[in-house]
């Protein structure tokens, strides 16, 4: 079982809470999360809908391991409709606060219609109940998760909230629980504000048990938990550096994109590393990094936890931001620090802490304001528009002054908050955007790592490295090394990570972990917690399912084959140095393939006969 | 040899594989909030610790216990409480200087660490050795071992 097999529904419009069974046909053909969700999200909503109106829906949602002893079994996903980009969102949030909404009896809560009122949604167990969030609205994701746990007087309550961006429209504002983990990507926070709906703050205290064989249970996790421990990756390099133990190996491969994708090499990478954040600051005698942390039940402990130097200027007499809190991944270190030429680790780390105040998602942002700054630098936005500001790459006042505007969403930083896409279409120069279908690259330059290009290309939520992972073969040699130049063989490539990816995504577990463990590892787990029989081939049946389910509502939506390219720069554009010089991408050579392999048509879209094949 | 359970906050990172396993053993769900091994997150200080009952020689639980429902396991040294004797009347969670007794609302009575009868599963739990289950009387080895590997000499290193 591992389900706990209740779902609760909250209609905001009329503030009706309802409870209902898990449908456990579909949980046995989608597992749960992200494939589970979305499968209630195709069913019940038009993918032609406005994703900020009250038509719309967002799913909070575990899975069937999350809240039990597997490593990293704390996830919930956030599925809805992206106001980014129009496709199917998922996001996906580590920390504790899915382990608290299993906890509390709960695998989804589905949140409908829009409140008349600011709300927030309190969960005790089998009861919950919305209460007014008035004296909530307006302030930052920080200030409300303190309100909340003192309203309740209770530590251990755990909270999911919006920051003032998603309130004032940002379009990739992010879910933050726990402070500093997020559900990051695809605006889904802009949805939940679109609601009226401020925080969702959980007490479970039911527990999490109905495992199908303890015995199983045990021996399988505890082998897992084994495979973490001994791999490079996950037992040494993400608990020393983080994610960030990848900054100065993507630089060297010529893939790491910098000002906004001109360059694919940082002359400054080597000062924003996960090694320089072990390095002592002259200026206070501490170092960047103070420790590593976990997220719930996470035994690898990736996550950063950090300071910024009291006396930079980013964060000088501003006392809230002189304690620890969440550091930088390399994601947003690229963003923020890279992709803006910026050089200046606690700068970067002050802006991060900004992206969590507010809970919008940096690399969005970081990717923003980048165009923002070619565009500055191209004098199609000038300091009337900024109101004095130079935005020049490098300039890391600009970066946070940008950040600051946009999180709190003040004077320009509306505008930068329309992400990318839209602000390079507003000032005429649509070709300086960094995004597919809407959303913004993440720190992997596709001239040099051919096959995450394809990845991106084909993403269900526009441009994403979580929805197919190439690069840990490509660079990493994960599960065997294939060249970053090459593009012979990248379709499959491309497939089977994403295929494996959605179950990953739906299992309630972290991807980090298949930097050790492929699907032979996760199946045994799945299986033993879970009715039935999870092999590891059923469970790429069901990725694959999950995959094609994603691709029909976005077709549905009206995004198509078409859709499915890069950036001009990146087809056209040679990179100009380092191992990938004189390399473009070539999707063309890659994108047909692909949809072969996938059995789809020629223009991508999924065939009657694969359509059967996978039971939709 | 009676055993104790060394705590080492530095090492924690706060992932709760302890909890789980304590309330599996205790409830046969995963319910951290059944744990009798807590742990503590300090936002601002960037740290993780570790808090449970250390089994105190003089109980202040078990000499406040009224009906006697808190006795010794001879064997672990564990104050264990007698779940049919206790009365629920919360007075050891008052004696406790140190808060790790706790009433449980569901069963009625009270709830403290009793050393898993001489197994505990937060330390075999624990990915990062910050709990771990030693001889009571040398709690401190391994951290005299850290101090005395300072001083050796530096050509000998």
């Keep these: 079982m591992a389900w706990t097999r209740n779902v609760l529904r909250v209609n905001l419009t009329n503030g009706s809470i309802t409870t209902e069974p ?5 949980a046995n053909d989608y597992l749960g999360q992200r494939g589970l969700a979305t499968k209630y999200l195709v069913e019940e909503t038009d993918p032609t809908c406005d994703a900020l109106s009250p038509d719309n829906k967002m799913i909070m949602t575990t899975g069937p391991l999350t809240g039990t002893m597997v490593s990293t079994a704390g996830r919930y996903s956030v599925v ?3 106001p980014l980009t129009g496709c199917i969102a998922c996001s996906n949030s580590g920390g504790y606060f899915g382990n608290e909404m299993k906890n509390a009896g709960w695998d989804m809560v589905i949140l409908e219609g829009k409140s008349p009122k600011p709300v927030y949604l309190y969960i005790e167990n089998d009861k919950a109940e919305l209460l007014p969030a008035d004296d909530l609205w307006g302030k930052s994701a920080w200030e409300t ?4 746990h003192a309203k309740h007087q209770d530590p251990l309550v755990r909270i999911a909230v919006v920051g003032r961006a998603a309130e004032k429209g940002c379009l990739f504002s992010a879910i933050v629980n726990d402070l500093h983990r997020a559900a990051g990507r695809s605006g889904v926070g802009t949805v939940m504000a679109s609601k009226n709906l401020k925080a ?29 421990a001994e791999n490079a990756v996950t037992g040494e390099g993400l608990p020393a550096l983080g994610t960030q133990v990848l900054m100065n190996v993507i630089n060297e491969v010529g893939a790491l994109p910098t000002r906004n994708h001109r360059e694919v090499q940082f002359e400054g990478a080597s000062k924003i590393s996960g090694e320089a954040m072990l390095e002592v600051r002259e200026s206070d005698g501490k170092a960047n990094l103070t420790t590593n942390g976990a997220c719930f039940g996470c035994t690898i402990a990736c996550q950063r936890i950090s300071t910024v130097d009291k006396d930079h200027f980013s964060v000088k007499d501003k006392p809230q931001y002189h304690g620890n809190s969440g550091g930088l991944e390399f994601e947003n270190a690229w963003s923020l620090g890279s992709d803006c030429g910026v050089d200046d680790l606690d700068a970067i780390t002050a802006a991060n802490f900004l992206c969590n105040e507010d809970a919008v998602d940096p690399i969005s942002l970081g990717a923003t304001i980048a165009a923002a700054m070619e565009l500055f630098e191209e004098g199609a936005i000038t300091v009337k528009d900024t109101g004095g500001m ?11 002054w940008a950040t600051e505007v946009t999180v709190r969403g003040e004077g320009f930083g509306k505008e930068l908050g329309q992400g990318s896409k839209r602000l390079c279409e507003k000032y005429g120069r649509p070709e300086l955007s960094m995004t597919v279908k809407g959303q913004e690259f993440p720190a992997y330059d596709p001239r040099g790592i051919q096959g995450i290009g394809l990845a991106y290309a084909t993403s269900n939520r526009g441009a994403c ?16 090394k294939t060249d970053p130049l090459a593009t012979d063989g ?38 033993a917690a879970c009715e039935g029989d999870w092999s590891a081939e059923r469970c790429l049946v069901v990725g694959e399912r999950i995959w094609t389910m994603e691709r029909d509502y976005n077709l549905a939506a009206g995004i198509t084959g078409k859709d499915d390219t890069l950036p001009k720069r990146l087809l056209k554009d040679a990179a100009k140095t380092g191992p990938a010089e004189g390399r473009a991408n070539d999707l063309h050579k890659m994108l047909p393939e692909y949809y072969e392999v996938r059995g789809w048509t020629l223009d991508g879209v999924p065939t009657d006969e694969t359509r059967s094949r996978l039971g939709l | 040899m009676l055993r104790s359970l060394q705590i080492e906050p530095e090492k924690c990172t706060g992932c709760l594989q302890c909890e789980m396993a304590c309330s599996y053993q205790a409830e046969g769900v995963f319910n951290p909030s059944k744990s009798r091994i807590k742990i503590f997150t300090f936002h601002d200080e960037g740290r993780f610790v570790p808090y449970t009952c250390t089994q105190c020689t003089e109980a202040w639980c078990l000499h406040a216990c009224p009906v006697e429902a808190i006795v010794i396991n001879e064997a672990t040294g564990a104050k264990e409480v007698i779940d049919d004797i206790c009365v629920g009347c919360k007075v050891c969670t008052i004696a406790c200087p140190f808060g790790t007794v706790n009433y449980n609302q569901e069963t009625a009575v009270v709830q403290k660490c009793d050393l898993c009868g001489g197994d505990p599963e937060c330390a075999k739990a624990c990915p990062t050795q910050a709990i771990t289950y030693v001889d009571s009387d040398h709690s401190g080895l391994e951290r ?12 000998n290193a």
């Design chain 1, 22 to 26: 898990l449908n456990m046909q579909w």
């Design chain 1, 80 to 82: 809805t409709k992206s």
């Design chain 1, 145 to 148: 998760d303190e309100q909340i």
């Design chain 1, 200 to 228: 969702v703050a959980i007490r479970g205290t039911r527990g999490v048990g109905n495992i199908s064989d303890p015995t199983k249970f045990f021996k399988a996790s505890e082998d897992g938990k084994k495979v973490l």
């Design chain 1, 390 to 400: 130079e935005l020049k790459f490098g300039s890391a006042e600009a970066l946070l």
């Design chain 1, 465 to 480: 490295h979580l929805r197919g992972y190439t690069v840990a073969s490509e660079i990493l040699g994960i599960p065997e």
């Design chain 1, 490 to 527: 990248k379709a499959g490539l491309v497939k089977a990570f994403q295929d494996a990816t959605a179950v990953v995504d739906s299992a309630g577990i972290c991807a980090f972990t298949t930097f050790a463990w492929t699907l032979e590892d996760i199946a045994p787990q799945i299986d």
């Design chain 2, 144 to 155: 005299m071992r850290a101090h005395a590997a300072q001083n050796l000499p530096q050509d």
